[in-house]
Each structure stands twice: as structure tokens, then as C-alpha cells.
């Protein structure tokens, strides 16, 4: 499971058995290629800051019982550092964050992507106003 602070989250009502179905990101997602073109250094940074947030309180939210999910959520970076990927890497790591036909869903991944996700947008702001009265 991966929480992507640019290009997804995982509303409840688009969810799918077999896996998860991210709809009307389009938008956002061209401006955020937009914004990562006029400014890279930035959005990299506000990228690699986020993905860590994100990280950092699904760690925070994850249901412990023997601590082995916890300790399984990671994050890398790809594309150039332009794409934050958070991973909770155990077998059963949707079952807890979705819930089964006989658990209730403990959400983690969700609820920590969405905390960062709202305020991304506002902090890239502030880096790109911040570079520009330092020019």
C-alpha cells in the first residue's frame, strides 16, 4: 500500500476489492508537474519534507499489537525526487488499513497522507515566496 503526497489518496468510496482506484487527481497532478518545472528545488524539497511527515505519523497511527507493521512502514523517493512513496511493507498491512468482512479498518496510511496532503500545497507556497525574497 502507498500513499503518493502528489498524486493519491484512498477515498473510502472508490476503493475496490482487488485493489485501489485513485479518480479526479488529474487536475492536480498536471499542477504539480507544473509547479515542479518552474520550481524544482522547492517542490523537491517540500516533496522529500512531506513524504517524511507522511511517514512519520502513519507511524503514529498505526495500530500496535506486536509492533511489526509499525516497523514496516518506509519511504523512498523517486523521480528525481519529485514522487514520495510511503510503503507498509507486511502482508496484512491492507486488511488493518481497510478492514475485513469480520475487522473493523484502523486506517493509518489514509489518515496520515490526508493530514499532509491539506497542507502541501500552502508550505510550497510559502518555500516559492521565501526563494523569491532572497533573489
Known amino acids: ?10 477515498p473510502r468510496e472508490h476503493l475496490m476489492a482487488k485493489g485501489l ?8 497532478r498536471k499542477k504539480m508537474r507544473r509547479l515542479a518545472r518552474k520550481f524544482p528545488k522547492e517542490f523537491k ?5 512531506s513524504t517524511i511527515n507522511v511517514d512519520r505519523n502513519a507511524k503514529r497511527f498505526t495500530p500496535v499489537d506486536t509492533g511489526r507493521l509499525r516497523s ?10 519529485l514522487t514520495g512513496e510511503v510503503t507498509a511493507n507486511t502482508n496484512y498491512a491492507a486488511f488493518v488499513e481497510l ?37
Open 72 to 81: 514496516s512502514i518506509r519511504h523512498e523517493f523517486s523521480d528525481g525526487g
Open 21 to 28: 482506484k485513485v479518480t479526479g487527481l488529474i487536475e492536480l
Open 1 to 10: 500500500m502507498a500513499a503518493d503526497p502528489l498524486l493519491g489518496t484512498w
Open 99 to 135: 478492514g475485513t468482512s469480520k475487522q473493523d479498518p484502523q486506517p493509518f496510511l489514509d489518515p496520515a497522507f490526508r493530514l499532509e496532503v491539506s497542507r502541501f500545497e500552502d508550505q510550497l507556497i510559502d518555500r516559492i515566496i521565501e526563494m523569491l525574497r532572497r533573489a
Open 45 to 49: 524539497d517540500q516533496v522529500r519534507a
